[in-house]
């Protein structure tokens, strides 16, 4: 576990012994569940003009509708998702969000709903260079990640010997990627697509296999079990008629696919960690 999982766990923990989650009951007389979600194509797509869309969106509808509460969105940077849970700002997340062993320790998660697999992307040239996936992990090569998130569990746990950089979000993981400020990435589609698509460098995926395979759910503060439950029974329920295949049909279709313009507030640092 890298020093700032570390701080950030100890740092959350802090906020859980406050207590701050609402309860099922509460959130139906407030009439709103809050939902705390960041730019993450295609689960969350910022437009320019700041409008949401995606899978999680249209998922959250389909709750409004069966619920009867109206949604309120709580946009965070990536990074700051758990946080905005713990301390009462929103009451779940919906953003693509993983249940991870790191993330268990201050969230529940619902039932899994979608299954995601990242893969390193690097320049021809250094891929070329390195030979293999070991080659790579080295000091010369640059490689980004998203703070917060997935890739930079993996980029910290397989390339710790490499420059790391942590980024907000994988739309900036692209352009640095496009000007060369980076080598390389650890990213899951539509952004390794976007990535492949950039002509002056030349990216493509090195290797045949994920280096990690995640399964996304709905995330509330520990303690929230009703609304954890509910949110089980929607899962379920929809699974049963082939929802989640269908909006996956939707928003994952080539001509779907978006990358999600940059969240309006960046993380605290955009420094290499661990």
Not at 94 to 102: F, I, L
């Amino acid at each position: 576990m890298t020093r700032f999982t570390t701080s950030l766990i100890i740092a959350l923990y802090m906020c859980t012994s406050v207590g701050n989650a609402a309860s099922l009951d509460e959130i139906k007389k407030r009439g709103t569940l809050r939902v705390a979600v960041a730019p993450l194509s295609p689960f969350v797509i910022r437009d320019e003009d700041g409008s949401l869309s995606g899978l999680e969106i249209d998922a959250m509808e389909a709750l409004s509708a069966e619920t009867g509460l109206s949604i309120e969105f709580v946009e965070r940077p990536f990074c700051e998702l758990a946080e905005a849970v713990v301390s009462g700002a929103a009451d779940m997340i919906a953003s693509g969000y993983s249940n991870m062993p790191e993330r268990r320790g201050v969230l529940d998660f619902s039932l899994p709903y979608h299954d995601t697999e990242y893969f390193l992307v690097v320049s021809r040239e250094k891929a070329k260079k390195a030979k293999t996936l070991r080659g790579l992990n080295s000091d010369d090569v640059k490689i980004g990640y998203q703070l917060g998130g997935v890739s930079g569990m993996v980029a910290t746990g397989e390339f710790s010997g490499s420059a790391l950089k942590g980024f907000s979000s994988f739309p900036e993981i692209v352009d640095a990627l496009r000007s060369g400020e980076v080598d390389g990435a650890v990213m899951f589609e539509p952004y390794l697509g976007a990535a492949e698509d950039i002509k002056k460098y030349k990216y493509r995926v090195p290797h045949e296999f994920a280096l990690t395979r995640t399964i996304e759910a709905y995330a509330v503060e520990k303690g929230s079990d009703e609304l954890r439950d509910r949110l089980n029974e929607f899962v379920i329920s929809r699974d049963i008629q082939g929802y989640w295949d269908d909006l996956e049909e939707k928003w994952f279709a080539d001509d779907a696919l978006a990358s999600s313009a940059p969240p309006p507030t960046s993380c605290k640092s955009t420094t290499p960690q661990g």
